[in-house]
């Protein structure tokens, strides 16, 4: 090992065992992963000690399209369809009122734009989508 990558390896160590609040033993960890490499894979400097705990896991938000997902799946149960059927290209009556609610609770409730609405519910034109959030929201001021 040369002089620079010792001394880099070094600091490295240091500066984790600063972050991270405890000390770190060098001890080789021979992990197998799946068998896909002809080598098994070598992980140095395992942690020793408490890590200090961060903002971010503390907090756990879910993802926008997992917000998407719940949101078409609410509204799917309430009107009695799928959520497959609310993606596909079939104009039902009952199936496109679903699919205009969805775009409607979407635009409302998260911070997609009528194009990444459009996308995520098989690749419409932002057109579609604004035309039918329009008309549920027209729905719901008539009282309907």
């Given amino acids: 090992m040369s002089a620079a990558l010792a001394e ?10 600063r972050l991270w609040g405890g ?3 060098e001890r080789p960890v ?7 490499s002809a080598r098994p894979a070598i992980i ?15 907090i756990v938000l ?12 609410e509204v799917a149960e309430r009107h009695g369809v799928t959520f497959e059927e609310i993606v596909s290209m079939r104009r039902q009556q009952r199936i496109v009122d679903a699919r ?13 734009s ?6 995520f519910l ?16 027209q729905k719901l001021e008539a009282g309907q």
């Fill in 122 to 137: 098989g690749d419409r034109d932002h057109s579609s989508v604004m035309c039918g959030a329009r008309k549920h929201a």
């Fill in 30 to 36: 021979v992990r197998d992963i799946l068998h896909l």
């Fill in 100 to 112: 205009n609610e969805v775009y409607y609770r979407l635009r409302n409730e998260t911070t997609w």
């Fill in 8 to 17: 880099y390896r070094q600091r490295y160590r240091e500066a984790r065992a």
């Fill in 44 to 58: 140095y400097d395992e942690p020793v000690g408490p890590r200090r705990p961060l903002f971010a896991d503390s």
């Fill in 23 to 25: 000390e770190y033993v």
């Fill in 114 to 119: 009528f194009p990444s609405i459009g996308r």
């Fill in 62 to 73: 879910p993802t926008r399209k997992a917000l998407a997902r719940q949101i078409v799946l």
